[in-house]
């Protein structure tokens, strides 16, 4: 993990700049959906008293590097609030560069859509309640809305090869998001404009 940001600085690829892409944001999907699921079964009363913090914190925050670097820190102490200790101590194996691989590509995403605060907002209220289905739902939602600009946004910040490929990838995406919901998937698999961890 600690090579996860020089190499993509490097720009020396085995794969396409768009499938790099893909499959980094699947693996961020797949990493906040367990922080979600861990925490709506876990966490105690109170203890997502400090990723409310951070999310107040965020929705005054303009700088893109500087958001890109809180949500981290949401999701961590997301994580946290669970107390499943093995979980945080994985997770913060491979936060230091997943920080540095936001922050560096946060200026080129640049800043989330204007309802991050309330959706992640509705996300920790959820969680509290214990609704974990419910929850993961509904940062599957966020995820989809997010993917479909992150997906050209990072591939013009990768590289050249990656740039002007965000059309295939949304229609790519769409193909896929169809075949879910004809399989029975959720709603918030529907790709809509937007970014992101």
Same mark, same amino acid.
């Given at each position: 993990?600690?090579?996860?940001?020089?190499?993509?600085?490097?720009?020396?690829?085995?794969?396409?700049?768009?499938?790099?892409?893909?499959?980094?944001?699947?693996?961020?999907?797949?990493?906040?959906?367990?922080?979600?699921?861990?925490?709506?079964?876990?966490?105690?009363?109170?203890?997502?008293?400090?990723?409310?913090?951070?999310?107040?914190?965020?929705?005054?925050?303009?700088?893109?590097?500087?958001?890109?670097?809180?949500?981290?820190?949401?999701?961590?102490?997301?994580?946290?609030?669970?107390?499943?200790?093995?979980?945080?101590?994985?997770?913060?194996?491979?936060?230091?560069?997943?920080?540095?691989?936001?922050?560096?590509?946060?200026?080129?995403? *640049?800043?989330?859509?204007?309802?991050?605060?309330?959706?992640?907002?509705?996300?920790?209220?959820?969680?509290?309640?214990?609704?974990?289905?419910?929850?993961?739902?509904?940062?599957?939602?966020?995820?989809?809305?997010?993917?479909?600009?992150?997906?050209?946004?990072?591939?013009?910040?990768?590289?050249?090869?990656?740039?002007?490929?965000?059309?295939?990838?949304?229609? *790519?995406?769409?193909?896929?998001?169809?075949?879910?919901?004809?399989?029975?998937?959720?709603?918030?698999?529907?790709?809509?404009?937007?970014?992101?961890?």
């Amino acid at each position: 993990m600690a090579l996860l940001a020089p190499y993509v600085l490097s720009g020396r690829f085995e794969r396409p700049v768009e499938t790099l892409t893909q499959e980094l944001l699947r693996l961020r999907a797949l990493l906040a959906r367990e922080a979600v699921r861990l925490a709506a079964c876990y966490a105690a009363p109170g203890a997502l008293r400090e990723a409310r913090g951070i999310l107040a914190a965020a929705a005054e925050e303009r700088d893109p590097a500087r958001h890109a670097s809180m949500e981290l820190d949401l999701f961590r102490a997301i994580v946290c609030a669970s107390g499943i200790w093995p979980a945080v101590w994985l997770a913060n194996s491979f936060w230091a560069p997943m920080r540095e691989l936001q922050v560096m590509l946060a200026p080129s995403v *640049g800043l989330p859509p204007s309802d991050f605060e309330p959706v992640m907002r509705r996300l920790l209220d959820l969680i509290e309640a214990r609704e974990a289905e419910a929850a993961e739902r509904h940062l599957e939602a966020w995820i989809g809305r997010l993917d479909v600009e992150i997906l050209g946004a990072m591939g013009r910040a990768l590289g050249d090869e990656g740039a002007g490929k965000g059309e295939s990838a949304r229609e *790519g995406q769409g193909t896929r998001e169809g075949e879910r919901e004809k399989a029975g998937g959720h709603e918030g698999h529907k790709a809509q404009k937007g970014r992101e961890p």
